[in-house]
């Protein structure tokens, strides 16, 4: 049976990292992806310390970044904020092709590769996904770049620093990683008599609140099973496992973690046939599943840290600026765990620090741009700028600030209390079963909750794709 595991060093440094998450007078400990300043107000960015000598470019130079702090990402205006400082430090310029992250965009990332079109830096995904162009030699390692430039990087934990699975070598410098919870609009749930979640919730009980939230009227979750299943297909699966087995590859749908998916997956297909989903999940996008639940028509939404953003910016009269949040309506949210089943404690979580800037050696082997490409990666993970990125999530500082909660909304102030009990955290499997491998449980989701294919037949599907690519 061939089975993959994130390395023990690499789980225990995301978890050591998770653990002080949301202490209120230490740093957000170790983070993802709604309008542009969708979490705290985006203070403009302190000025960065000037790179040192080694790092700056001779010259004006244009480097072309692709990231995903676009669109509804929590942190798509401090980005552009950060570009602004390292614009105005340096004399350099950059072109823009930042993106939202979803699997068209994964994509394009990687089609832009194969073509010869990749930027200059990249902020992506440091798993499975980047496995093509790490394979390829597209980008650069960070042992490589320290050999020229010593002090790349040094202002991070090492051991944070996620390696690529492709070669166990470490390329991109994370900024902020991420964690993936349950948001709750409790404004439903009052309406519908249910108690708001802790720490301790239990999936039968979870049943018992969504039949209550279903009987008032409410649709009990906002998911788009036909568009966006990610989250459910996850926690799903994990709700059979724990975190020591939770990065386990079956080898058959018939073995121990295979059955394990199976049943996840089953168990989706019981909330639909329950009727907890909005009515239209196998047809309406994400966007507007969310809504339902923004505009209080649907109780819990299964999403990551990013959606902070969403949320907040859903209860500005003008989403890009927050002096018009209105306070009141978003006291009606709050998050929490997933609730728990069998070994899994509810506690236990999925997230880590999946993404992190790379150089391309594209950038690299080019003499105007090698530097400058240095210089803007050393400015966008410097101890001043990271902070404004992580908030309320990860970073993988060594000497990360403290927080001064008086800055942050309720929502992110919920988060941070919420992160503070955290039992573990743990990466997505699916970052390691990624591409066409996903398909037949992905984009087949509608097809296994309404009966046409067994969630047997799927995870199997999935499986051979798996190993054939081994």
Avoid at 308 to 317: K, L, T, Y
Avoid at 328 to 340: E, H, I, Q, R, S
Wanted: aromatic residues 10%; hydrophobic residues 40%; contains cysteine.
């Amino acid at each position: 049976m061939k089975m993959k595991k994130l390395t023990a060093a690499l789980m225990t440094a995301i978890m050591t990292a998770s653990m002080v998450v949301g202490c209120g007078s230490a740093a957000p400990a170790p983070a993802e992806p709604s309008p542009a300043q969708t979490e705290a107000p985006a203070a403009e960015t302190p000025a960065a310390e000037e790179p040192a000598a080694e790092t700056e470019a001779a010259g004006p130079v244009e480097l072309t970044v692709t990231t995903t702090f676009a669109g509804e990402d929590s942190n798509a205006q401090n980005y552009k904020n950060a570009v602004a400082g390292w614009e105005a430090a340096t004399g350099n310029t950059v072109s823009d092709t930042s993106a939202t992250s979803d699997e068209t965009f994964k994509t394009r990332i990687i089609t832009d590769f194969e073509t010869g079109s990749e930027p200059d830096v990249l902020f992506f995904f440091n798993g499975a996904d980047a496995n093509d162009f790490v394979n390829a030699g597209k980008v650069v390692s960070i042992d490589e770049i320290r050999a020229e430039f010593p002090d790349f990087a040094s202002n991070m934990n090492d051991d944070l620093i996620a390696a690529s699975p492709a070669d166990g070598v470490k390329y991109a410098v994370p900024v902020n990683g991420y964690w993936e919870a349950m948001f709750v609009n409790t404004a439903v749930l009052d309406a519908a008599g249910v108690a708001m979640p802790g720490a301790d919730y239990t999936w039968d009980q979870f049943l018992e609140d969504c039949q209550k939230i279903k009987d008032a009227g409410y649709a009990p979750i906002a998911a788009a099973l036909g568009n966006i299943p990610h989250y459910w297909w996850e926690f799903a699966i994990f709700n059979q496992q724990t975190p020591a087995n939770h990065l386990d590859i079956p080898g058959a749908a018939d073995d121990a973690t295979g059955s394990q998916w199976v049943a996840g997956l089953e168990d989706i297909k019981t909330l639909y046939e329950k009727g907890y989903f909005p009515d239209n999940t196998l047809s309406a996008t994400d966007d507007e599943t969310f809504a339902m639940f923004t505009d209080g028509k649907a109780a819990f939404l299964l999403d990551g840290s990013w959606k902070v953003g969403g949320i907040v910016g859903s209860c500005q009269s003008d989403p890009e600026d927050p002096s018009t949040l209105d306070a009141d309506k978003l006291a009606n949210f709050d998050v929490t765990y997933f609730p728990g089943k069998g070994n899994r404690k509810t506690t236990d979580m999925i997230g880590g620090l999946s993404m992190g800037y790379y150089i391309t050696k594209k950038a690299w082997d080019d003499p105007d741009k090698r530097a400058a490409a240095v210089s803007f990666v050393s400015y966008m993970t410097s101890d001043e700028v990271v902070p404004q990125f992580a908030q309320h999530t990860a970073s993988a500082l060594k000497n990360a600030p403290a927080v001064d909660e008086t800055q942050f909304n309720a929502l992110q102030v919920k988060a941070m209390s919420m992160m503070s009990g955290v039992t573990s955290l743990t990466g997505a499997v699916q970052d390691l079963f990624n591409g066409d491998c996903r398909v037949s449980t992905f984009d087949g989701m509608p097809d296994i909750v309404v009966g046409n294919v067994s969630a047997a037949d799927a995870v199997q599907e999935g499986i051979d794709v798996y190993l054939d690519a081994q």
